[in-house]
């Protein structure tokens, strides 16, 4: 009986070493495959976690730099910040932030620098398209109302785009267009929320070229 089983053993491993002979290549590239498939998944997510997790710290380093109106440290933070973790949103979000800064300090040139690198990088359209609507502010104040223009010319999220319809009328008032203007700001009206206080200033706009709205109804 156990001669038996000993054969019996023997068959079966033969078969086994067949088996693997003919086919155990094919299944170690699989595994190969499979685990390192997996090993690069979880080395990505923890190069993103790792990535996020120092941008969101060099982020705090920017913001303390805005709030103390250090406007050398803001230029050289965001540089890093773009030099390490341009492909974050914190990247963009930190220009956003150093455009404002910029701006306000009157340093056109590196605000537009700033904002212009956000439309470029980033992959968010509602962080582009608040990039360009800053932008465009800092064309207008610079007398660039022609750039300014441009800036506000793009496809947007819907939820954006009264918005720059409304930024579109300052740009052509500045520039003497009063019938475009008041197009534009129409345009921005009638797409904005009913009782919103952007709505509330576009009827403001409109009013001074003459054109009534209808009054908000109240609540």
């Known amino acids: 009986m156990a001669k038996h089983l000993d054969l019996e053993e023997q068959e079966q491993l033969d078969q086994l070493k067949h088996f693997w002979a003919r086919y155990g290549n094919a299944?170690?590239?699989?595994?190969?495959?499979?685990?390192?498939s997996f090993a690069a998944w979880n080395g990505w997510n923890w190069w993103e976690r790792n990535q996020g997790a120092k941008a969101a710290a060099l982020y705090e380093e920017l913001d303390s730099a805005v709030a103390a109106k250090d406007i050398e440290r803001t230029e050289r933070v965001l540089t890093d910040m773009r030099a390490s973790f341009a492909r974050t949103t914190y990247a963009a979000q930190a220009g956003l932030l150093a455009g404002k800064t910029l701006f306000e300090a009157g340093q056109h040139d590196k605000a537009r620098e700033a904002l212009q690198g956000v439309i470029n990088g980033s992959k968010d359209a509602g962080l582009q398209a608040v990039a360009r609507l800053r932008l465009a502010s800092v064309e207008l104040e610079a007398g660039r109302a022609d750039d300014a223009l441009k800036a506000l010319q793009a496809t947007v999220p819907a939820a954006f785009e009264p918005l720059l319809?409304?930024?579109?009328?300052?740009?052509l008032m500045a520039q003497s267009k009063p019938d475009?203007?008041?197009?534009?700001?129409?345009?921005?009206?009638?797409?904005?929320e009913p009782r919103s206080d952007a709505r509330r200033l576009v009827a403001i706009k409109l009013a001074a070229l003459g054109v009534a709205v209808e009054p908000e109804a109240r609540s």
Request: hydrophobic share 55%; charged share 20%; net charge neutral.
């Open 27 to 36: 299944i170690s590239w699989v595994l190969i495959v499979v685990f390192g």
């Open 165 to 171: 319809a409304d930024r579109r009328g300052d740009v």
């Open 180 to 192: 475009e203007a008041k197009a534009q700001y129409q345009a921005a009206w009638n797409a904005m």
